[in-house]
């Protein structure tokens, strides 16, 4: 089974407005990424929080994590119409620096 | 951050031959995995290439189908054999840079794979 799953699954905001997608998660991990997939295309680095951190920022986006609840949030403010995309979780509860992926959320800005 | 060059975009092929899936990174990694996205899915761990050695397959794959070919540090290939349309998914290949770049994942644009 996953280890992240993620809510909502799709998500239609209007540009401008900000986007919040979480993500929660099973075992203890070392740390969370969120990755970025345009259109079916390769996935992008966005982000990476470690287990000891509870919030970090990168331009517009902004992590949480609390691993108390096993959950993770991102959010992405003032979105544009270029943030549609599907994003995704993934943690590192397994050995061999191997990743596992959440469902992820598809997002939709529209212009 | 590394640079992936992976092949073929995408393919349509026809049930029952094989396709070999190529992925070239610009410089030498020592962790490559290969992952399957079904249509509107996540990512499925298929393998992870070792260079020198056996890939290691992930619960549900076999080498059979999923043979894998690692030569050196910077290219693997994925063949997906005897095809039926339900491996019609994306295929995409990722690095780790090592260490000190924790498990930060690069990935290639994927290969879109069409099985009629």
């Known amino acids: 089974s996953q280890q992240g799953e993620e809510d909502p699954q799709a998500l239609s905001i209007q540009e401008g407005e900000n986007a919040t997608m979480n993500c929660s998660y099973k075992?203890?991990?070392?740390?969370l990424q969120w990755y970025r997939q345009n259109s079916g295309r390769g996935l992008v680095h966005l982000i990476l929080?470690?287990?000891?951190?509870r919030e970090k920022h990168s331009g517009r986006l902004r992590v949480t994590l609390d691993t108390s609840k096993k959950s993770s949030s991102l959010l992405i403010t003032a979105s544009r119409a270029a943030d549609t995309a599907s994003y995704f979780c993934?943690?590192?509860?397994?050995?061999?620096?191997?990743?596992?992926f959440g469902g992820g959320t598809r997002l939709m800005v529209k212009p | 951050s590394a640079v992936i060059s992976q092949k073929p975009s995408r393919d349509i092929c026809q049930r029952g031959t094989s396709l070999t899936i190529q992925c070239q990174v610009d410089?030498?990694?020592?962790?490559m995995f290969w992952y399957r996205q079904q249509p509107g899915q996540s990512l499925t761990l298929i393998a992870t290439?070792?260079?020198?050695?056996?890939?290691?397959?992930e619960s549900g794959f076999v080498i059979d189908k999923f043979p894998i070919s690692r030569p050196n540090l910077t290219f693997s290939t994925l063949t997906v054999s005897n095809m039926s349309p339900e491996d019609s998914s994306i295929y995409l290949c990722?690095?780790?840079?090592?260490?000190?770049?924790?498990?930060?994942?690069?990935f290639g644009a994927g290969t879109r794979l069409s099985v009629l």
């Open positions: 990722s690095v780790q840079l090592g260490k000190l770049a924790k498990n930060i994942q690069y």
């Open positions: 075992t203890s991990i070392n740390n």
């Open positions: 929080i470690r287990s000891n951190e």
């Open positions: 993934a943690t590192d509860a397994r050995a061999g620096n191997m990743l596992t």
């Open positions: 410089s030498q990694v020592t962790m």
């Open positions: 290439a070792n260079q020198g050695s056996e890939a290691t397959y």
